[in-house]
């Protein structure tokens, strides 16, 4: 992917998750799990404009990363250390965490999302 990315075709819900993944990666803290991007994502479900999203849960966050990792935003990786072979895929941004909250601050549904992104930049 560019240094734009096109989210226009990508669910609200996409994009709460996809805000998720860059404020973790603004932080330092990918590749990270499905879990610890819903809770990102639900820290900053008071950001979301308009659409009642609510929460999230895991499963939802793990299909819609599916979908965005179909889609070249995310990059998921497994790391088979773990016992039963099954580890968890962690998950990182493939575009620049800039191109992301440029196309979330596009949306008046998101902008909020993008603000708070920025904020974490400061």
Known sequence: MSERAELDTESLSSRVVAA???????????????????????????AVEGDVLGTVTEAEVA?????????????????????????????????????IRAALANDDRTAGLADRIGSLDS
């Open 63 to 99: 299909r819609t990363l599916n979908e965005l990792e179909a889609d070249g935003v995310v990059e998921g990786a497994r790391d088979d250390t773990s016992p039963t072979g099954k580890g968890r895929p962690d998950y990182r941004l493939v575009p620049p965490a800039e191109a």
């Open 20 to 46: 998720g993944v860059v404020e973790l990666s603004v932080r330092d803290e990918t590749p990270a799990h499905a879990g610890e991007i819903r809770r990102a994502c639900n820290d900053a479900m008071d």
